[in-house]
C-alpha cells in the first residue's frame, strides 16, 4: 500500500506498508500476525522477514531507484539513541540491504530515549519526539528508506526525515514498514470499508514459511 501523505504534513515523500494493521480486529490474520510481531514474537520476525525479502526488491524496481544510491535506514524506538543490531527492525533493515543489495545506515540518526508513544497523547507526540533531541548527520545517498515496524500517524517517521533533510538538502526520504494502524470501525462509522484483501495470496505461504523456518531451526538447534 502507499500513502502520498500522513499526519503531521511531514517531508516524507511517499510511505509504504503490507497491509493494515486493525487495532480493533486482532482476528484479522495479518493484524493478528503484527500483534506478535510487535510483542517480539521471533517466529513472526521470521515470518515478516520472509515476505519482505521479495517485496522490498519489487518495491525498490518499481520505483527504479539507483540501489547504489539507495540507503536504508532503521527508524528508533523510544528506548534507543542509535540503531541497536539486537533489535528486530534494524536486524530486518540489515537482512533487506543484503538482500536488495543497497546501503545500511544505523550510526546517521540519533536520539535521547523518550517516553512510548503508546503512552503519549495523540496530540503530545511531536513534542515528545522534539524533546528527545533527534539528530542526523550527511549521508552519501539519494534516497533513504526509513524501515519501521507501523504506521500508526507518522510521528516518527516525520521527525526522523525533517532531520535527514536538514542534514541531506537534497535527498529523498522514503517511510516503509509492516502495517499501517487503523481501526477497522473508525472507517466503518464514516461509510469506508478497509481490509487486507489487497495482499497476495502467496504472502500468507511465505510468512508461515518464515516461522516454520523459524520452529525447525529452533527444534534442531541449527
Known sequence: ?????????HPLD????????????????????????KDKDEKALYGAAKVLKPAVPALFSALKLNLGRTVIV???SSAERAADPKR???RLATVLSKEVGCGLDMTSVTKDPHPSLHKVAAGDRIS????????????????VVILDD?????????????KLKAANPKL???GAALGKTERRGYWNER??????????????????????????????GA
Open 128 to 143: 515528545t519526539l522534539e524533546k528527545a533531541n533527534y539528530a542526523a548527520t550527511a549521508i552519501d545517498a539519494d534516497v
Open 191 to 220: 461509510g469506508v470499508q478497509i481490509s487486507n484483501d489487497h495482499v497476495p495470496n502467496e504472502w500468507d505461504g511465505l510468512w508461515l514459511e518464515g516461522e516454520q523456518f523459524y520452529a525447525n531451526k529452533v527444534k534442531t
Open 150 to 162: 507501523f504506521i500508526t500517524q507518522g510521528a516518527t517517521l516525520a521527525i526522523t526525515a525533517r
Open 172 to 174: 529523498a526520504v522514503l
Open 88 to 90: 528486530n527492525i534494524p
Open 14 to 37: 511517499h510511505a509504504f506498508t503490507l497491509a493494515f494493521k486493525m487495532t480493533d480486529d486482532w482476528s484479522e490474520p495479518w493484524s493478528a500476525r503484527f500483534v506478535r510481531f
Open 74 to 76: 532503521p527508524a528508533l
Open 1 to 9: 500500500m502507499a500513502f502520498e501523505r500522513l499526519d503531521y504534513g
